[in-house]
């Protein structure tokens, strides 16, 4: 069964930074390629970034709003698909969501407030 | 960008009614189109893939079709269960973009 489980969400400062990681079971992570899609309270679903395989060059996309602040990575020999998140603005509150677009994780909020 | 044009935003609708929901291209994307089914609090779930191929899983009464601009969902048969918000995905070219969403409502 394909599993993705997300974390590191949390309560952030406007212009700090946070990290979120994805774990990955049940399919060959390596060979997948995998996205971050967020979603605003109330609001609908946007496409954040993602990131290749290794074998398809391993290069990364990103959705304008978040270019130059956020960095897409992974870690095939842990499964481990990650999301640096800086100089983050309160219009990046969000639950923020790991997927190969056919298959997603439950989530994990985060929040940038004062 | 490509943008994905949903329509409607909302519909109301009752048990055992058909359901047909339409996503606009602002160009050529080929078939690479998914539906996704969202309750709230649940992240989404993949629909159909390639406009209109049923996800492994997913009841027969949905169904996807289109090619090019024009896209559409159909519910064949409306079940309580499926009273959710509805998104088009277009994947054919970086970024990837989500239609508005349909919020299929009780009548």
């Known amino acids: 069964e394909v599993q993705l489980v997300e974390s590191g969400g949390g309560l952030v400062e406007p212009g700090g930074s946070l990290r979120l990681s994805c774990a990955a079971s049940g399919f060959t992570f390596s060979n997948a390629w995998m996205s971050w899609v967020r979603q605003a309270p109330g609001k609908g679903l946007e496409w954040v970034g993602r990131i290749k395989s290794k074998t398809d060059g391993g290069t990364t996309d990103y959705a304008a709003p978040v270019k130059g602040r956020f960095t897409i990575s992974r870690d095939d020999s842990n499964n481990t698909l990650y999301l640096q998140m800086n100089s983050l603005k309160t219009e990046d509150t969000a639950v923020y969501y790991c997927?190969?677009?056919?298959?997603w994780g439950q989530g994990t909020l985060v929040t940038v407030s004062a | 960008d490509i943008q994905m044009t949903q329509s409607p935003s909302s519909l109301s609708a009752s048990v055992g009614d058909r359901v047909t929901i339409t996503c606009r291209a602002s160009q050529g994307i080929r078939n690479d189109l998914g539906w996704y089914q969202q309750k709230p609090g649940k992240a989404p779930k993949r629909l159909i893939y390639a406009a209109s191929s049923l996800q492994s899983g997913v009841p027969s009464r949905f169904s996807g079709s289109g090619s090019g601009t024009e896209f559409t969902l159909t519910i064949s048969s409306l079940q309580p269960e499926d009273f959710a918000t509805y998104y088009c995905l277009q994947y054919n070219s970086c970024p990837l973009t989500f239609g508005g969403g349909t919020k299929v409502e009780i009548k």
């Open positions: 997927t190969t677009i056919s298959n």
